[in-house]
T-cell receptor, first 109, second 114 residues
Framework: RKEVEQDPGPFNVPEGATVAFNCTYS??????FFWYRQDCRKEPKLLMS???SGNEDGRFTAQLNRASQYISLLIRDSKLSDSATYLC??????????FGSGTRLQVQP | SAVISQKPSRDICQRGTSLTIQCQVD?????MFWYRQQPGQSLTLIAT?????????ESGFVIDKFPISRPNLTFSTLTVSNMSPEDSSIYLC???????????FGPGTRLTVT
């Protein structure tokens, strides 16, 4: 079983739609959780950290369920510029990160 | 966050040769890492670059193949030795600039081995 599992997609959605990505992790000792965004041929960029209480940043909302070992990312009012691969990332306390394989989003006009 | 640069940004190398990739950070950082991203894949950690001591390698990666230097808190190098076409990847360095675990990545080095 992979340490971090994501649906690879692609998710094809129209502009203005709401889209949700899910991610599960296998190590119950995981301590920190993140969503990164990676554009084609670019490095991953931190989108947001995920806190136990859930957190929101503009159109983006992240949720963590430790009991189910599950992380989600909700994007509201999708823009064309949101098209990218979204990486679910987990830290088990060693400071290095474990990456999911990514979920590709394509927002269409 | 931190500003991270890598050199070279890309290279095409012949099999059997070696390439050294440089990573420079604009501030002192304790934690620095090297990752590999093979075509169509996600990122895999190669090693943690430790300042003043040997790097800590992940399973499947060895010092003879990927020697790492970390002479100070702002700079590190990764060498890909005796390259084969299977080493064709993007190599990225990353840093943890603060107390939290948030990591920031350099722009990557795109390596093609022919």
């Amino acid at each position: 079983r992979k340490e971090v599992e994501q649906d690879p997609g692609p998710f094809n959605v129209p502009e203005g739609a709401t889209v949700a990505f899910n991610c599960t992790y296998s190590n119950s000792a995981s301590q920190s959780f993140f969503w990164y965004r990676q554009d084609c041929r670019k490095e991953p960029k931190l989108l947001m950290s995920v806190y136990s209480s859930g957190n929101e940043d503009g159109r983006f909302t992240a949720q963590l369920n430790r009991a189910s070992q599950y992380i989600s990312l909700l994007i509201r009012d999708s823009k064309l510029s949101d098209s990218a691969t979204y990486l679910c990332v987990v830290n088990t306390g060693r400071r290095a990160l474990t990456f999911g394989s990514g979920t590709r989003l394509q927002v269409q006009p | 966050s931190a500003v991270i640069s890598q050199k070279p940004s890309r290279d095409i190398c012949q099999r059997g040769t070696s390439l050294t990739i440089q990573c420079q950070v604009d501030s002192q950082v304790t934690m620095m890492f090297w990752y590999r991203q093979q075509p169509g894949q996600s990122l895999t950690l190669i090693a943690t670059a430790n300042q003043g001591s040997e790097a800590t390698y992940e399973s499947g990666f060895v010092i003879d193949k990927f020697p790492i230097s970390r002479p100070n808190l702002t700079f590190s190098t990764l060498t890909v030795s005796n390259m084969s076409p299977e080493d064709s990847s993007i190599y990225l360095c990353s840093v943890v600039p603060g107390q939290r675990y948030e990591q920031y990545f350099g722009p990557g080095t795109r390596l093609t081995v022919t």
